[in-house]
């Protein structure tokens, strides 16, 4: 079975402080997404990587940055946490042409 | 045109009823249509995908009907149970590149 796993399920953050979260998946997949998961509004892509150290922005990249040092690891950066980044984050991973395949997600709770 | 529509956003039905949601879409590009079924404090799980090839595919209680001239598809859950309360998402792939365009979900009550 495919396994993607993120590295909380819960975090409190502070306003201004620099978050870190981290993804890995076990399947030798190209391709790694980052999700940010609201009420009434889905699932809205903030980055994706289709290789190591590439990466291409999503919808809402503004205040994230994304780092993919190896092929098993996508990690999602927040530079300086808000509030309004308080959120259900998701990774995923793909084959190419595949579905994806999502972790059990990361609570973000910035205060 | 990267946008794929939903609805509706919530859906009760009571147990052994069908349970519709429908998707819409304009990116001509898509060619892979996956839904998914998320249970609260889980992550996603993909249910059944379909391909603009075919009109319809099925798996178990679950069909994906597809329309290709109309742009739009939809899941049909056959004799609803209250486990198949959840949130569904549609979601789109288009086929020059390998992100994924979700819907905003349906959340789907099934009475017992």
């Known amino acids: 079975d495919v396994k993607v796993t993120q590295s909380s399920r819960y975090l409190v953050k502070r306003t201004g402080e620099k978050v870190f979260l981290e993804c890995v998946q076990d399947?030798?997949?190209?391709?790694m997404f980052w999700y940010r998961q609201d009420p009434g509004l889905g699932l809205r892509l903030i980055y994706f990587?289709?290789?190591?150290?590439?990466?291409e922005k999503g919808d809402i990249p503004e205040g994230y940055s994304v780092s993919r040092e190896k092929k098993e690891r996508f990690s999602l950066i927040l530079e300086s946490a808000s509030t309004n980044q308080t959120s259900m984050y998701l990774c995923?991973?793909?084959?190419?042409?595949?579905?994806?395949?999502f972790g059990q997600g990361t609570r973000l709770t910035v205060v | 045109q990267q946008q794929v529509k939903q609805s509706p956003q919530s859906l009760i039905v009571q147990k052994g009823g069908i349970s519709i949601i429908n998707c819409a879409y304009e990116?001509?590009?898509?060619?892979?249509f996956p839904w998914y079924q998320q249970f609260p404090g889980k992550g996603p799980a993909l249910l059944i995908a379909?391909?603009?090839?075919?009109s319809e595919k099925k798996e178990g209680r679950f069909t994906i009907s597809f329309n290709k001239s109309a742009k739009q598809f939809s899941l049909h859950i056959m004799d609803s149970q209250p486990g198949d309360s959840a949130t569904y998402f549609c979601?789109?792939?288009?086929?020059?590149?390998?992100?994924?365009?979700f819907g905003p979900g349906t959340r789907l009550s099934v009475l017992p």
């Open positions: 990587s289709y290789d190591v150290k590439m990466k």
């Open positions: 979601a789109a792939r288009n086929n020059y590149g390998q992100n994924f365009v």
């Open positions: 995923a991973s793909s084959a190419y042409s595949t579905e994806a395949f």
């Open positions: 379909i391909r603009p090839d075919v």
């Open positions: 990116n001509t590009a898509f060619d892979y």
């Open positions: 399947m030798d997949h190209e391709n």
